[in-house]
T-cell receptor, first 116, second 112 residues
């Protein structure tokens, strides 16, 4: 089955630094990937839709300059948390479809970010 | 605004019990409703429902969609401790990218 890989799975950083999280579709091409954020005991909140070769579409309330998304190829999207603060600590998950619009949505394993 | 509401928020049962999880939704131009199971990491796919009244079944799990009532249920029979997880319901509408809107989830704990 289709696989989405996320890296790193766990990262600790200091306040003010930037952290990059990668999301790769390993055996299929994904023109669209989705980035979610999940706080403890809460549901997944969509942050943005990452579109290959163009700008990401951000959800209301998500800071574009803080959460930089790049989708440079059909198999890779990156989320960079810039100038991280402790309130950015969260579980970040990406997902992608193996076929546009009708394919099943596969999730990466998630990346747990802790900002000290 | 698209919305998904799940109930109950949490549930504790004993092994062998049957549970029913509920999901109601409001979405513009409904396309599908999906159920996921989340344990420690990312959600794993359970069911995708697009047609009303047709039950989907996988082992002890089954789910059905009621488009008239804008709702779905997920049934788990003969529960096992391995069923303990967060069960997430999500809906997608006919818009660009088909993004999913998730409910808050139901935390299920099965005691032995």
């Amino acid at each position: 089955g289709a696989v989405v890989s996320q890296h790193p799975s766990w990262v600790i950083c200091k306040s003010g630094t930037s952290v990059k999280i990668e999301c790769r579709s390993l055996d299929f091409q994904a023109t669209t990937m989705f980035w979610y954020r999940q706080f403890p005991k809460q549901s997944l909140m969509l942050m943005a839709t990452s579109n290959e070769g163009s700008k990401a579409t951000y959800e209301q309330g998500v800071e574009k300059d803080k959460f930089l998304i790049n989708h440079a190829s059909l198999t890779l999207s990156t989320l960079t948390v810039t100038s991280a603060h402790p309130e950015d600590s969260s579980f970040y998950i990406c997902s992608a479809r193996d076929r546009p619009y009708t394919g099943e949505l596969f999730f990466g394993e998630g990346s747990r970010l802790t900002v000290l | 605004e698209d919305k998904v509401v799940q109930s109950p928020l949490s549930l504790v049962v004993h092994e062998g019990d049957t549970v029913t999880l509920n999901c109601s939704y409001e979405v513009t131009n409904f396309r599908s409703l999906l159920w996921y199971k989340q344990e420690k990491k990312a959600p794993t796919f359970l069911f995708m429902l697009t047609s009303s009244g047709i039950e989907k079944k996988s082992g002890r799990l089954s789910s059905i969609l009621d488009k008239k009532e804008l709702s779905s249920i997920l049934n788990i029979t003969a529960t096992q401790t391995g069923d303990s997880a967060i069960y997430l319901c999500a809906v997608e509408g006919l818009e660009y990218g088909n993004k999913l809107v998730f409910g808050a989830g139901t935390i299920l704990r099965v005691k032995s």
